[in-house]
């Protein structure tokens, strides 16, 4: 399997990890603005963007091994959605490994259950895997629509998703199935106490796929993680209220290069 990296920019390691049916190039101009403190690896998933599909990455572990191999020891990992579960699950394989985590939409669960009311319904969740069977093009457009929901700059946002989707090929069905099996699957709650690093939790006051209250949850089973919460944003905070976002970003990565130095 070949997986895609971007590397680029100067300073600490950092690797970004992208959504469900998105890539690397998801990031748009944040991307500049990391670049000029950080040296960025930018990761498409497998089978998303222009990394190749590879079976054996059909569960979140065997994904996180998967992307292991870009991982730099020392590298902080900012995750969004789907890539925060992947950032999670590597710190999870490789404690001492990784410098800090940033979660950004991430959830312990992305699926509710009984025990777990801060998730998708499982017959919404349910009803994209079978729509990704009849139209998957539609499905992840559906999908788009979803992450851009409630945002202050819903439109806007979305128009940006709608751009840049297509940029580095479309993604392989394969990857979209799995990755929704992924979601419907991993629950993390029970090793977040086990996953020693700094944290920073973002969350979106209105995200409709990843709800604030999992994102609380999920910071309070961290031992040492910070939660924030962007107002009027929903699921992609970093594209609707960019420069609010980056400058959280830099301090808590600013403050753990100088931890980590020291």
Known sequence: ????????????????????????????????????????????????????????????????????????????????SLGGMVALELARQHPGHLRALVLVATTPKFSASPDWQHGMRADVLAGFTTGLARDYRRTVQNFLALQARGDDHARETLRLLRSRLASHGEPDPRALAAGLGILRDADLRDALPRIALPVLVIAGEHDRLTPPDAGRELASGLPEARFRLIERCGHAPFLSHPAEVLEEVRAFLARHAAEGAA
């Open 1 to 80: 399997m070949t997986l895609y990296v971007d590397i680029r920019g100067e300073g600490p390691d950092l690797v970004l990890l992208h959504g469900w049916a998105l890539h690397g190039g998801m990031w748009g101009p944040w991307l500049d603005e990391l670049a000029q403190r950080s040296r960025l690896h930018v990761v498409d998933l497998p089978g998303h963007g222009r990394s190749d599909w590879l079976a054996a990455t059909s569960d979140l572990a065997s994904l996180a091994r998967a992307v292991f191999a870009a991982v730099p020891r020392g590298a902080a990992v900012l995750g969004w």
